[in-house]
């Protein structure tokens, strides 16, 4: 119902966007702290403005990430710009096994690391990016296990470093996957 975090990595930038009350709770490494939602959305449409990228990636990023992103633009009443050109980036979600879903951002190529490692046919045994991490790097998320969401939550109202850490660990390995 409302996204608290969002990592944004590459080799100069690495940041994660979060909620939180940096007055009252204190400081967050590796963080940038918002009072609000909108507030982040709107940063987090500036930096991809900044950071200029030609490619944007991570992990089933189309399928969840841009399209949990897209709703809350719209919620917000943001344009849904983020791309070289003044027009509304679009996805378009497939939900045929066979089809890969796309998204037109301007002038930006998004790649989805899940969807790339599979079709090179690099066999595993499921395609999430613990697997994958495990497999190709030999490490994986620092927060592990069926219930990640519960515990993510848990850990925002108790312990919000961990969140960041977890967050922009999760961005640096599709990052390293990708490179390797």
């Known amino acids: 119902s409302e996204i608290i975090s969002i990592s944004l990595y590459t080799e100069n930038y690495k940041k ?3 909620i939180y009350d940096e007055k009252k709770k204190g400081k967050l490494k590796n963080a940038m702290c918002f009072e609000n939602e909108k507030a982040m959305l709107e940063y987090f449409k500036e930096q991809i403005h900044e950071i200029d990228p030609d490619i944007i990636t991570g992990w089933n990023v ?3 990430d841009f399209l949990v992103i897209r709703e809350r633009f719209k919620e917000h ?8 050109a003044e027009w509304e ?3 378009k979600i497939q ?8 998204a037109d951002i301007a002038g930006r190529q998004v790649l989805d690391g899940m969807a790339m490692l599979r079709s090179s046919f690099i066999a595993l045994e499921d395609y999430k990016l613990e697997t994958a991490a495990q497999s190709i790097l030999g490490r994986g998320k620092l927060i592990k296990g069926d219930n990640r969401g519960t515990e993510v939550m848990k850990l925002y109202k108790t312990d919000p470093q ?3 850490d977890y967050n922009l660990e999760d ?3 599709v990052y390293d ?4």
């Open 62 to 64: 189309i399928d969840f």
């Open 177 to 180: 996957i990708l490179e390797k």
């Open 95 to 102: 939900q045929d096994f066979f089809k890969e879903s796309t």
């Open 77 to 84: 009443k943001i344009p849904f710009v983020l791309g070289r």
């Open 16 to 18: 994660v966007l979060i």
């Open 89 to 91: 980036s679009s996805l």
């Open 162 to 164: 961990k969140v960041v």
């Open 171 to 173: 961005a640096k390995l």
